[in-house]
């Protein structure tokens, strides 16, 4: 996102600026909420390496009832977050 938003400056749209962020900030909680349901590796070790767990890509995997609710609150929270900011 960093690295957008200076894409963002030095083409100059700064008026889209918030919409851009906004926009890119709901589609990554849609991706929390979509990886849950879908079960993406990338969301499993992104979570492993959060809870300081041993990294296990390779094995078949089963999210916890605490990774399935900390996924639904992080969702939920950058859904919101990025409709406040696109609301702005």
Known sequence: ???ISF???ILGLNE???VIIGVLVLLY???MLVGLRFK???????LQESYYQKMTPHRPFEFTQE???DLKYI???FVIGGIVFLSL
Do not use: A, N
Not at 40 to 46: K, Q
């Open 1 to 3: 996102m960093i690295v």
């Open 75 to 77: 969702g939920i929270l």
């Open 29 to 31: 909680g849609v991706y």
């Open 16 to 18: 889209f600026s918030k």
């Open 67 to 69: 990774m399935k609710r």
């Open 7 to 9: 894409l963002v400056q």
């Open 40 to 46: 993406f590796i990338h969301v499993y070790c992104g």
